[in-house]
């Protein structure tokens, strides 16, 4: 199917609604989540605990955390109107973290019939990839997380929990299959995850529900690309929700609270001590030097890969090279489309080609006729 690409007025009509060109359910209504998380009947309790589950998708800054906070908020103020309930719910960067609080604090919850947990998982954001004692245990946690409250006291009424993920395929499997999946605006270069998110997106194999699954991931692109280049935060408040029972609709928030304001505890990262001595900066400057590592290699790759193409006699090569090398040589994925002659070009503008050759000139004692070719490399025909 043809990628299908959604122009920006159609995005900023989304927020007045005032014309939807194109056939997706548009709704500023809080109704399907109300059914999924507000119980319809005189009391919240039924004697065991009503896990309810919220996975949220999205990068950096595009607005997860105020759309839990926005979540909470409305719970809240529906749990009191409806049962007189009071909601208890917490904050934090870690499962881990948030368990060993409650441990330590069951007074606060010990009389509550709802609590409500926003797990912004600092190891699930597509950073980290070790494997070590703190992800483990969170792992643990993750798959048998009911029966973890029960152990704490909270053993009879709704455990609400709204996780966020930065990459739909990184997140746990527990999550990855939520009733309820909430994608905010994100860029999907990556192809596998892009075919990821749309398999989530799809409720059937019928023609309209791919068609759907992709106008979907469509608008979350567009809509990104404008908070990235318009600057424009009000276009976080457009949402993809896709319902376990149906197909995705567009969820445009009508309030975007302070989760500072919303949230009763915001649990210290690292409260658990299992990070060692270690604070949250810490662990991102760790992960974030991991991500540094993997980049370093691919550099140190792509140059050995160069030598061996320039002691072979090849100085210039074609689009179809580029791919074949990427691919094979470097063991790099990519979508098909994303590599393109302007992308090739603006890569090799960006080499400071002055300082490689007074690195090769200091390197072998003269200058090097041949590499005008590194500056000259041309756009060569497919024979391939």
Same mark, same amino acid.
């Given at each position: 199917?043809?990628?299908?690409?959604?122009?920006?007025?159609?995005? #900023?009509?989304?927020?007045?609604?005032?014309?939807?060109?194109?056939? %997706?359910?548009?709704?500023?209504?809080?109704?399907?989540?109300?059914?999924?998380?507000?119980?319809?009947?005189?009391?919240?309790?039924? !004697?065991?605990?009503?896990?309810?589950?919220?996975?949220?998708?999205?990068?950096?800054?595009?607005?997860?955390?105020?759309?839990?906070?926005?979540?909470?908020?409305?719970?809240?103020?529906?749990?009191?109107?409806?049962? !007189?309930?009071?909601?208890?719910?917490?904050?934090?960067?870690?499962?881990?973290?948030?368990?060993?609080?409650?441990?330590? *604090?069951?007074?606060? #919850?010990?009389? &509550?019939?709802?609590?409500?947990?926003?797990?912004?998982?600092?190891?699930?954001?597509?950073?980290?990839?070790?494997?070590?004692?703190?992800?483990? &245990?969170?792992? +643990?946690?993750?798959?048998?997380?009911?029966?973890?409250?029960?152990?704490?006291?909270?053993?009879?009424?709704?455990?609400?929990?709204?996780?966020?993920?930065?990459?739909? +395929?990184?997140?746990?499997?527990?999550?990855?299959?939520?009733?309820?999946?909430?994608?905010?605006?994100?860029?999907?270069?990556?192809?596998?995850?892009?075919?990821?998110?749309?398999?989530?997106?799809?409720?059937?194999?019928?023609?309209?529900?791919?068609?759907?699954?992709?106008?979907?991931?469509? %608008?979350?692109?567009?809509?990104?690309?404008?908070?990235?280049? +318009?600057?424009?935060?009000?276009?976080?408040?457009?949402?993809?929700? &896709?319902?376990?029972?149906?197909?995705?609709?567009?969820?445009?928030?009508?309030?975007?609270? *302070?989760?500072?304001?919303?949230?009763? %505890?915001?649990?210290?990262? *690292?409260?658990?001590?299992?990070?060692?001595? $270690?604070?949250? $900066?810490?662990?991102?400057?760790?992960?974030?030097?991991?991500?540094?590592?993997?980049?370093? +290699?691919?550099?140190?790759?792509?140059?050995?890969? !160069?030598?061996?193409?320039?002691?072979? !006699? %090849?100085?210039?090569?074609?689009?179809?090279? #580029?791919?074949?090398?990427?691919?094979?040589?470097?063991?790099?994925?990519?979508?098909?489309?994303?590599?393109?002659?302007?992308?090739?070009?603006?890569?090799?503008?960006?080499?400071?080609?002055?300082?490689?050759?007074?690195?090769?000139?200091?390197?072998?004692?003269?200058?090097?006729?041949?590499?005008?070719?590194? &500056?000259?490399?041309?756009?060569?025909?497919?024979?391939?």
């Amino acid at each position: 199917m043809k990628r299908i690409v959604i122009p920006e007025s159609f995005i #900023y009509s989304l927020l007045t609604g005032k014309s939807n060109s194109y056939d %997706i359910k548009r709704t500023t209504s809080f109704k399907v989540f109300e059914e999924y998380l507000i119980p319809p009947r005189d009391r919240p309790t039924r !004697g065991f605990v009503d896990l309810k589950p919220i996975t949220v998708v999205g990068f950096m800054a595009m607005g997860k955390t105020v759309f839990a906070a926005h979540v909470t908020k409305k719970v809240r103020r529906k749990l009191s109107r409806r049962f !007189g309930t009071e909601l208890f719910s917490v904050m934090g960067k870690s499962i881990v973290d948030v368990v060993e609080f409650l441990k330590d *604090n069951k007074d606060l #919850y010990q009389d &509550k019939e709802a609590m409500l947990l926003f797990l912004d998982d600092i190891f699930y954001q597509g950073l980290s990839t070790e494997k070590g004692k703190a992800k483990n &245990k969170a792992e +643990k946690y993750y798959s048998d997380i009911r029966h973890q409250f029960e152990k704490l006291g909270f053993n009879n009424g709704i455990l609400y929990i709204i996780f966020a993920g930065q990459r739909l +395929k990184l997140i746990p499997p527990f999550f990855r299959s939520s009733p309820m999946l909430i994608f905010k605006p994100l860029l999907t270069n990556d192809k596998y995850e892009r075919q990821t998110i749309i398999e989530a997106l799809q409720h059937d194999d019928t023609r309209l529900s791919k068609t759907l699954a992709e106008l979907s991931i469509a %608008i979350l692109e567009t809509a990104a690309k404008i908070i990235y280049t +318009k600057w424009d935060d009000q276009i976080k408040s457009i949402t993809i929700v &896709k319902p376990g029972w149906d197909y995705p609709f567009i969820y445009i928030q009508d309030s975007a609270p *302070n989760p500072k304001n919303v949230f009763d %505890i915001v649990v210290p990262f *690292n409260y658990s001590g299992i990070y060692g001595d $270690e604070n949250e $900066e810490e662990v991102m400057r760790r992960i974030d030097e991991t991500a540094k590592r993997l980049l370093l +290699k691919l550099a140190i790759k792509s140059i050995a890969v !160069g030598m061996e193409l320039r002691d072979k !006699g %090849i100085y210039s090569l074609s689009k179809k090279g #580029y791919e074949d090398i990427i691919r094979e040589a470097l063991k790099l994925p990519f979508g098909d489309k994303l590599l393109s002659w302007n992308l090739i070009e603006e890569s090799l503008s960006e080499i400071n080609y002055e300082r490689l050759k007074q690195f090769i000139t200091h390197r072998v004692g003269k200058p090097i006729a041949q590499l005008a070719y590194i &500056k000259r490399t041309t756009r060569t025909k497919n024979k391939e």
